[in-house]
């Protein structure tokens, strides 16, 4: 029996096959996948997951494809860091981060999501696939699209990052620039799905790409010695990765695989687009669309698809949501890469604001296991903090001029 039961809608329940579709017919709602969850609980175990492949492809079980995984097989598993310099400054005892800024090939967390995609998109037929893109998942889509053999258009704001326009370059798809803001690009992106038979990862093949989101979870799980945190702290763009490590989780003990699960599930949004955790704040359970002002780019939507099922997942878990400014932004990313020695870009410093904010709150206490998603590599937001670093020192290439610009004696040590 298949692992997949259907595309089911997240509005009315209607079932549609597992196709290249992503909205109800009858009520307009988002499709979902929906598992053979019986079937899947007889092969699955610890064991199993463990003995798999050092990827995200470990837990292919509970991922929307039918074969083996054609793209991206080295994407995920990246490491759960114990954060103990963070968690001192901030006065917590288990803070750890599951840091994407390493992930494969292209140092975001959307190489898991895109590994998923376009696997499924060979197994449906397509040869040209495509995307609406803040960034990250442009440049993961060009990359895997280029080992695969695909032929790609991604399509990008006409604001981004330099090095995130490099980052799709480089791969040699078709990039496309729209003069607008992600919502724009998003609008046009439907259109042309709508008339060209190509695999839009996050639009007619949106069902399958946000599965890969739930790897996340699953990976938190087993590197935490299969027990679920007290806390998450997740970056919030269209809504859609918090709601998949919501799922996720509940998906470990659905199947047995994690005893409990009490995970309060926490968004983190930037002040400049911020529809989502504003709603929450003014206790609404729907959002108001925004026009993005932020310099986290890789967050700016200001139409989000799954906010409802967003401000839905935290009020399940428990959790709460909040903002930061761009100076916070700012300031997150210096703290992290002083701390614990990670570059995250612009949607990790909101990530460590929102954190920092949670605790001085007293959201998140002391003694709380506390894991906070780092979904992104500082490498590709340099312009956000390069004036906000300092300079190098300058010196003449002389033992004196280093001592004395370092005021050092005999013995050494000094400081500039």
Known sequence: MAKMKALVCRECGKEYPTKAIHVCELCFGPLEVKYNYDEIKKGISRHKIESGPHSMWRYIDLLPVEGAAT???????????????????????ELYIKNDTVNHPTLSFKDRVVAVALTRARELGFGTVACASTGNLANSVAAHAAAAGLQCYVFIPGDLEAAKVLGNLIYRPNVVEVEGNYDDVNRLCSEIAAEHGWAFVNINIRPYYAEGSKTLAFETVEQLGWRAP????????????????????????????????????NGAQAEGCSPIATA????????????????????????????????KATAESGGAMDMVSDEEVVEGIKLL???EGIFAETAGGVTVGVLRKLVKQGIIKRSDLTVAYITGNGLKTQEAVIDAVGRPVRIQPSLVSFERTFKMGKNGGGAA
């Open 71 to 93: 793209v991206g097989p080295h994407a995920g598993f990246t490491p759960m860091v114990r954060a103990h310099n963070l968690g001192a400054y901030l006065g917590l005892n």
């Open 230 to 265: 007290d806390h998450a702290v997740v970056p919030m763009a269209s809504g859609s990765l918090l709601t998949k490590i919501w799922k996720g989780l509940n998906e470990m003990l659905m199947l047995g695989l994690v005893e409990e699960v009490r995970t309060k599930v």
């Open 280 to 311: 929450y704040r003014e206790g609404r359970d729907f959002f108001k669309p925004v026009k993005p002002k932020t310099i986290a780019k890789s967050l700016a939507i200001g139409n989000p698809a799954d906010g409802y099922y967003a401000l």
């Open 337 to 339: 890469a002083q701390t």
